[in-house]
C-alpha cells in the first residue's frame, strides 16, 4: 500500500525562495568538512561496517546518493543539511543502519529512500519523500509530502502535524506488527481503500495489528473512537446500506456480550430501515448495517441513536488437513483436503515441539525427533471469521536394525564361507574383514587368505524405519604343521660350542638357537662359557604355510686342571744382559716370556726385552693343555743407572736486572735440568725466578739419563735495591680557550719520555687520561718519569684551575624588522660585541654574528674573544617569533576563471582575516571551512579581490574573474538565469526570444543591451 502526502503550495513557495536566494546569496560558498562527519554531496558507497555520520548536503548541481551495501552495518546517525530545490537526495540501503535517519526541512530538496534491508528510526519533519520497502523499527511523519510502499513498520507508527489525507491503496502495503504503537493525531485523515470504497481513520492511537482492505483492525486504547465515512452511499455494502454517511462506535470488550451499546448515526442520504447489527470478535471489529425506523430510533439534535443488543458472530468456515507422523530424516509433509469458504493459498501453517510454548511457533518444518502440534490459520473473509487449528503428528526414531555373521576357522588353502542373515533390514548387504589388531578404517570387501586372526563385519543398509545394521565375528586362519630338530656334543670349557639344526619344511635360516643351564627355567641367546650342565633349544619360525616348531637338546661344559710354572731374574746394571729361569712341571707347550714396567698395568706385558734403568716386572705364560688350565708366574727385578755429576753459579745483581745462572755438566748434560730459588731465609724452593731485593740461595737438578744417576747442585747471590729518583710537574691556572701547559723537571731521570696524565681533581685515580682538558673545572696533573741508570721511576702530581671569561657589558645586539603582535617579519641577526664571536653551542662553531629565519625559544649564547681565544660561560637570550612568508592564495592574479564557480585555498598556519571583495571573513569561519572559499560567476561575469593577513601582519592579494561559460561567446543561453552588465553587447542565438517578465518578443541572431546590471532569464520561443 502507498502513503502519499501533497504539499504543492509548499513546493511552489520552496521554489520562489530558491530562485531568490539565487539573485541574493553571497559570492562564495562554504564548502563544509567536520573530523567525525562525512558529507555526501555526490556518490558515496559505505562498503564495510562503520560509525560514521553522514551528511546529504547537495549543492545546487551536486545530487547526494548515499548506498549501504549488503551486509554492512552503519551505526552512526544519516541527516540533512542545506540542499538547493533542484536537488533528490537519494539513501540506498541494502544492509543495516542502526542509527537514525533525520530529513528536516531544507531548502524544499526532495529524498527518495530506497530500503532493501533495516533502519532503526526514520524521522521525517517538512520533507517531501519516498520512502519503499524494507523494515523500519519507528517511523514518524509530521507534514511533508511523503510517498509511502511496501513498509514493515516493527515499533512504532506516528502521523501527526499536516492538515491532509494519507491514502493507503492496494497498490503496495505497509504492515504493521500487533505490538506496533499507532498515533494519528485528529487533523490527519489516513484513508483505507478496498474496492471502491474508502474508509477514514482520525484521531487514532494504540496497536495495529494489520492495514488490507476492509479489515482494518484497529484496537481503541484511550475511548477517542473511531470514525468510518462513507461518501458515495453505495447500497447493499457489508458498513451499511446508502442510508448511512458515518459511523462512530466503540470496540466490543469480548465474547458472550449481551449488553446493549449505543451507536451514533448521522444520516446524510435520507433512507429508513431498521438497525442489524453484525459482530465479529474474531477481528475485534464491529460491522453495522440497518435501515431506519421510527420504532427503533430516537432523533436527538439531528443524530440517530440506536441501541445495539445481542452482537452474533461471523460464522467459521473448514479446513481438512493431513499431516502424517513419519521417522527422523524423512521430511515433514502435509496436504489440504477441503478448505471451505477459505483459500488454500491464503493458509500458514506452523510448527511447535509439544514441550514448548505457543510463542515457539515458526515456519520452520522440524526434523529432530519428537511430539509435535501444527497450527493452522487462515485469515477472516468477509463472511467467515478467522480459522485455526492445531493438529499432533510425530517424528519417530529409526528402529534398530538386527544382523548375525558367523564365519568358521580355516587351515592355510581352505575356503572362506561366512553365513550372515538380517531378520529387519532387506537390502544387500556388505560382508568385510581386516586384521583383529587393526583398527575400524582397516575394514575391506577383499577376502583374506594369509595366516592371522581376523574379523568379519556385516553392514545392512538402513531402511526407512529401522536404523543401519551391523554385525561382527572373529575368526582365525591356522598354519600347517612344522617340523625341526637340534643336537649340541658335549665340550671342555674354552671350547666353542657348535649346534647342528636339521628342518625339511621350516628351514634353519632363521631358526634361533638358546641356552640355559639344566636347573634354571629361563633361556637366553647367549652362548655358555662355564662348565656345567645345559639344555638348548631351537625355535623354527612360522613361514606362510607352516606352524612354529621348537627342539630341544642337552650337553655339558667339562671344567679343566690347574696348570704350574715359575720364573726368577737376577738384577743387572745399565748394559748387562738378563738371565730369566723358568719352568712348569704341569704344561709342557713352549711358554711365552714377557716384561713391563712395574709402575705400568697388565695390558703393557711385552716379549720385548728391556735395557732401560728402571724396575721391572717379568712373567711367564704355558698354554693351556686339554687337560689343565694355562700356567702363569710373575716376578720382579731392577736395571740400575751409573753415577753422574754437574754445578751452577749465579753472580749477585740489581733488583729488575735480569739473572743467568751457569750449568756445567759431563755425564748428565744441562739441556733438561731444573733451576729453582729461594731466600736463603726460606725453606722451599721455586722455579719463579726472584725480583725482589735479598740474599737467595739456587739450585740445578739435573735429570738423569739413560746411563747415569740423578745430580742435584747449588750456589748463592744477592739482588740489590736501585736509588730513588727527584722529579717535579706544575701547571698554571688558565681560561677556558686557552692552552693547558705542564712544565716538568728531574735531577736524576730522563725528562724526554715522560707520560702526563689528567683528571678532574675530585675523581677517583682509575680516571686518569691522557687527554688535556679544556672544559671548565679543576683539575689533576700526573708525570711518570722512567727509571734511568740506577734511579727508580719517579711520579709526581699537581692541581689547576680552567675557569670561563668574564661576560662583557652589552655582550650582543638584536636587528630586524618587527611587525605586528611582537613577531619580526624578517631575519632577525644577533651580533657579537666587537672583539668577540658568537655562538649557540659552547665550545662550537663562532661566527660574528647569528642569523635566525624562523621562531625561536629562549635559549643562550656564548662569546669567544677574537684575540686571545677565551671563552664566557652561557649568556640569557630571550626567544622571539619570526614570520617572513605571506600567506598564499592558489590562484593567478588577474586570470580570469571561465567556469560557474572556481574553488580556493588558502595556506598559512596563521590566518587571522581574510576579505573577498567587501566582505570579511574571520580565523574562526575560515577554519569551519576548511580553508577553503568557493567563487561563483553569478550566472555572469564576477570579478573578486581576495586580501588576506596572518597574525604577524603579512598580507597577500589576488583579483580574479569568474565568468561563465557562455560569456565567451556573449551568446545568451535558454531558461538560465544569466547576470549581464549594462553597456556589455550580447548576442541571441537563433529563433524568437523572450525575458522573463517583458511580453516582448526578440528575434535571434541579433546583438542587444541592457540599460542597468541584472539578472535575467532567457526562454526560446
Known amino acids: ?300 439534535n439531528g443524530e440517530v441513536r440506536i441501541t445495539l443488543t445481542s452482537p452474533s458472530v461471523l460464522s467459521e468456515g473448514t479446513v481438512v488437513f493431513t499431516i502424517p507422523d513419519i521417522y527422523v530424516g524423512q521430511e515433514v509433509s502435509y496436504t489440504f483436503g477441503t478448505a471451505t469458504e477459505y483459500d488454500t493459498a491464503a493458509g500458514t501453517v506452523k510448527f511447535k515441539k509439544n514441550t514448548d510454548g505457543d510463542e515457539a511457533y515458526t515456519t520452520v518444518k522440524p526434523t529432530a525427533i519428537g511430539d509435535y502440534t501444527a497450527l493452522v490459520e487462515f485469515p477472516a473473509t468477509y463472511d467467515y471469521g478467522a480459522y485455526s487449528q492445531t493438529y499432533s503428528f510425530s517424528i519417530k526414531e529409526l528402529e534398530e536394525g538386527i544382523a548375525d555373521i558367523t564365519v568358521a576357522d580355516i587351515s592355510y588353502g581352505e575356503t572362506l564361507n561366512p553365513q550372515y542373515s538380517s531378520s529387519t533390514n532387506t537390502s544387500t548387504p556388505t560382508v568385510e574383514y581386516k586384521l583383529t589388531t587393526q583398527d575400524e ?296 680557550g686557552l692552552l693547558v701547559s705542564p712544565i716538568i723537571e728531574s735531577s736524576t731521570n730522563k725528562s724526554d719520555n715522560v707520560t702526563i696524565l689528567y683528571k678532574e681533581a675530585s675523581a677517583d685515580d682509575t680516571t686518569y687520561t691522557s687527554t688535556v682538558p679544556t672544559q671548565v673545572g679543576t683539575y689533576t696533573v700526573k708525570a711518570i718519569f722512567e727509571a734511568y741508570s740506577i734511579y727508580k721511576e719517579v711520579i709526581v702530581t699537581d692541581d689547576f684551575t680552567i675557569s670561563y671569561l668574564d661576560v662583557p657589558e652589552d655582550a650582543y645586539t638584536i636587528t630586524g624588522t618587527m611587525g605586528e603582535n611582537d613577531i619580526y617579519t624578517s631575519e632577525v641577526t644577533v651580533t657579537a660585541k666587537e672583539g668577540y664571536l658568537i655562538s649557540d653551542t659552547l665550545g662550537g662553531r663562532y661566527e660574528e654574528k647569528l642569523v635566525f629565519d624562523a621562531t625561536t625559544d629562549d635559549g643562550v649564547i656564548y662569546l669567544k674573544k677574537i684575540e686571545t681565544g677565551e671563552m664566557t660561560a652561557g649568556i640569557a637570550l630571550n626567544g622571539f617569533d619570526v614570520d617572513t612568508d605571506a600567506p598564499i592564495i592558489n590562484l593567478t592574479d588577474n586570470q580570469v576563471y571561465y567556469s560557474d564557480s572556481v574553488d580556493v585555498a588558502l595556506s598559512d598556519s596563521d590566518i587571522v582575516r581574510v576579505m573577498v571583495n567587501d566582505t570579511i571573513i574571520t580565523a574562526q569561519e575560515l577554519n569551519s571551512l576548511g580553508n577553503k572559499l568557493t567563487l561563483d560567476s553569478e550566472g555572469g561575469v564576477t570579478q573578486y579581490t581576495i586580501q588576506i593577513w596572518d597574525k604577524a601582519g603579512n598580507m597577500s592579494v589576488k583579483t580574479v574573474t569568474v565568468a561563465s561559460e557562455w560569456t565567451k561567446a556573449g551568446v545568451i543561453p535558454a531558461g538560465d538565469l544569466v547576470k549581464l552588465v549594462a553597456n556589455q553587447a550580447y548576442t541571441f542565438a537563433e529563433g524568437n526570444w523572450q525575458v522573463e517578465g517583458d511580453s516582448t518578443s526578440y528575434s535571434g541572431n541579433t546583438t542587444f543591451y541592457v540599460s542597468e546590471d541584472g539578472n535575467y532569464t532567457f526562454t526560446q520561443e
Open 441 to 736: 578404517s582397516a575394514y575391506t570387501t577383499t577376502v583374506p587368505t594369509a595366516v592371522g586372526s581376523y574379523d568379519a563385519r556385516v553392514t545392512y543398509p538402513a531402511t526407512v524405519s529401522h536404523k543401519e545394521a551391523v554385525k561382527t565375528t572373529s575368526f582365525n586362519i591356522n598354519y600347517l604343521p612344522g617340523e625341526g630338530s637340534i643336537s649340541v656334543a658335549d665340550v671342555y670349557v674354552g671350547t666353542e660350542i657348535t649346534p647342528v639344526l636339521v628342518s625339511d619344511k621350516n628351514g634353519i635360516a632363521h631358526a634361533i638357537i638358546e641356552y640355559k643351564l639344566t636347573t634354571d627355567t629361563v633361556y637366553s641367546i647367549v652362548k655358555p662359557t662355564a662348565v656345567g650342565s645345559y639344555d638348548v633349544r631351537a625355535t623354527f619360525p612360522a613361514t606362510l604355510i607352516y606352524d612354529e616348531v621348537i627342539a630341544t637338546d642337552t650337553f655339558e661344559i667339562k671344567e679343566l686342571e690347574e696348570g704350574i710354572a715359575d720364573i726368577t731374574v737376577t738384577d743387572i746394571s745399565y748394559g748387562e744382559t738378563l738371565n730369566p729361569q723358568y719352568s712348569s712341571s704341569t704344561n709342557t707347550s713352549t711358554p711365552t716370556v714377557e716384561y713391563k714396567l712395574t709402575s705400568q698395568d697388565e695390558s703393557a706385558y711385552t716379549t720385548t726385552v728391556p735395557t732401560a734403568v728402571g724396575s721391572y716386572d717379568a712373567r711367564v705364560t704355558y698354554p693351556a693343555t686339554i687337560s689343565h688350565t694355562q700356567a702363569v708366574a710373575a716376578t720382579t727385578f731392577e736395571i740400575n743407572y751409573l753415577l753422574g755429576d754437574g754445578s751452577i753459579s749465579v753472580n749477585d745483581v740489581y733488583v729488575g736486572t735480569e739473572i743467568t745462572p751457569v750449568l756445567t755438566s759431563d755425564k748428565n748434560g744441562i739441556a733438561h735440568a731444573i733451576i729453582e730459588y729461594k731466600l736463603t731465609s726460606d725453606t722451599e724452593y721455586t722455579t719463579v725466578k726472584p725480583t725482589a731485593v735479598g740474599s737467595y740461595d739456587v739450585r740445578a737438578t739435573f735429570p738423569a739419563t739413560l746411563i747415569y744417576d740423578e745430580v742435584v747442585a747449588t750456589d748463592t747471590f744477592k739482588i740489590k735495591d736501585f736509588e730513588n729518583g727527584v722529579a717535579s710537574v706544575t701547571v698554571k691556572d688558565v681560561v677556558m
Open 1 to 300: 500500500m502507498r502513503v502519499f502526502i501533497r504539499k504543492k503550495a509548499k513546493r511552489i513557495l520552496a521554489v520562489l525562495l530558491a530562485g531568490i536566494m539565487m539573485c541574493n546569496m553571497p559570492c562564495f560558498k562554504p564548502i563544509i568538512a567536520m573530523a567525525e562527519d562525512i558529507a555526501v554531496g555526490g556518490t558515496v558507497t559505505v562498503d564495510s561496517d562503520t560509525s560514521n555520520n553522514y551528511i546529504m548536503s547537495g549543492g545546487m548541481l551536486d545530487t547526494p546518493i548515499l548506498t549501504i551495501n549488503e551486509g554492512v552495518v552503519l551505526s552512526g546517525n544519516i541527516s540533512t543539511a542545506t540542499n538547493f530545490y533542484q536537488n533528490t537526495s537519494t539513501i540506498n540501503n541494502n544492509g543495516t543502519i542502526s542509527g537514525n535517519v533525520t530529513l528536516t526541512d531544507n531548502s524544499a530538496a526532495e529524498f527518495v529512500i530506497n530500503n532493501s534491508g533495516s533502519i532503526a528510526a526514520i524521522s521525517s519533519t517538512n520533507v517531501p519523500c519516498t520512502l519503499t520497502g524494507g523494515t523500519v523499527g519507528t517511523l514518524s511523519i509530521s507534514n511533508g509530502e511523503i510517498d509511502i510502499s511496501n513498509i514493515t513498520v516493527t515499533d512504532s507508527l506516528s502521523i501527526s502535524g499536516f492538515e491532509g489525507t494519507y491514502t493507503f491503496t492496494q497498490s503496495g502495503s505497509i504492515t504493521v506488527s500487533r505490538s506496533t504503537n499507532v498515533s494519528i493525531s485528529e487533523n490527519v485523515n489516513v484513508i483505507v481503500t478496498c474496492e471502491g470504497k474508502e474508509f477514514i481513520l482520525s484521531g487514532v492511537s494504540g496497536r495495529m495489528d494489520e492495514v488490507c482492505g476492509i479489515k482494518l483492525n484497529v484496537i481503541d486504547t484511550n475511548s477517542t473512537g473511531l470514525t468510518l465515512v462513507d461518501n458515495s452511499c453505495l447500497s447493499s455494502y457489508y458498513m451499511h446500506n446508502d442510508t448511512i454517511s458515518s459511523v462512530q462506535y466503540k470496540l466490543l470488550p469480548g465474547y458472550g456480550i449481551t449488553a446493549d451499546y449505543l451507536a451514533t448515526v448521522t444520516d446524510s442520504c435520507n433512507g429508513s430501515g431498521t438497525p442489524n447489527v453484525t459482530y465479529s470478535e474474531t477481528d475485534n471489529i464491529l460491522s453495522i448495517s440497518y435501515t431506519v425506523s421510527g420504532a427503533d430510533v430516537d432523533v436527538l
